[in-house]
């Protein structure tokens, strides 16, 4: 069942990040396993080194949802600031697929909406951009701008309704519904779970929220600008971001739940600093959306990553020759992808990578493959 896999999945990207995050794995009973956490992480009113997470060792067995969603609730909560949306995205899908059903909620504060209304202006553009961002996060998490890819972000956008609201500050529900969106890649036919969408979605509001309207310090930090690239389209930052300021509230809570997975993320107090830093972040962030470069080039490869093995999330990078530089370009690939280039690394051989992708500071990002071809040796490309 495609539930199983997931649970699978999730508990296996857990383990992987606890044990490189420096936990200690120590076999328990009852098919557990306890990680215990390094010294000096700094959890208040507990001795460190006796703090522990466990995950089972058969994810697929009675009760073990709750053991793996309670140990992702866990490394959000420890690691909050910390990049873990694939973690998160796929508690998400998980409960989803298991029954939960996969809601957006955004609360309203401000003086206007103390009686728990909301005027017609603000709650019109709000609608406006939550439509442009459900649609244009589909389409980035589908692959792109192709027609298939519009009818089905056009789709999945008008599938999401509106729940009953409540009284106080005004209080938005929306339902995504819950279905697979079939996705053109390499090497057939995929498919992304509307709960994906959902919680990419969400991802993005959080970065905003977290790395953005805080300090701004998202536009300075490399990891942060390759975090943001993975997340945006040069269409979703603008309608997030018009989602946050444009209905011209003081404050705005948002939540992302299905099942047992909630999340949750807050502007706090909208000031126009903020609001200016909002604006020039999408202006800095569009330069690399938008400074794509079609790609075609051969190296040798320098590293191989795969984080999830069930998730198609895995990491290659290669050295080559660029416009007679060497240079480094990193690329996320599918599973089938990854075991080509898996199966080149072990016999010596270059790959080819054609695709589009942005300029960092010390490499070439690669944001989406569209060939990767086993050849005999490296050479320099264009």
Known sequence: MKSDEDLIALSSQLAEFLAEAGWRRVQGKRGLSFFFAPPGLGIQGNDSS??????????????????????????????????????????????????????LTSRFIDRSTASGSIPLLSIKEYLSQLERSLYHSAKFKLGGDSPPNQAAAQTFAQGCRFLQTSEGSFVTEVEIPSMSLRQADLLGQGEVHTAHVGAAMFSAIEFLVSKVLPSGAATEAEEDIETAIGLFSVDSVDALAKLLVGPGMERVEFAFSAGRARRSADTGQLTQEKIERLHDFVTFIKKHLTDEHSLDVTGSIVELRSRNPEGDRNYIRLVTKYHGDRTFIGATLTNDQYQLAVDAHKKSRAIRLVGSGVRMKTQIRMRKVVELEVVASASGST
């Open 50 to 103: 006796e703090y522990s997470i466990a995950l089972p060792d058969q994810p697929v067995r009675p009760g073990a949802e709750r053991i793996v969603h309670d140990a992702a609730e866990a490394v959000r909560t420890l690691y909050r600031g910390r990049d873990l949306n694939n973690i998160l995205e796929s508690a998400t899908v998980l409960s989803a697929e298991v029954g939960g059903v996969a809601t």
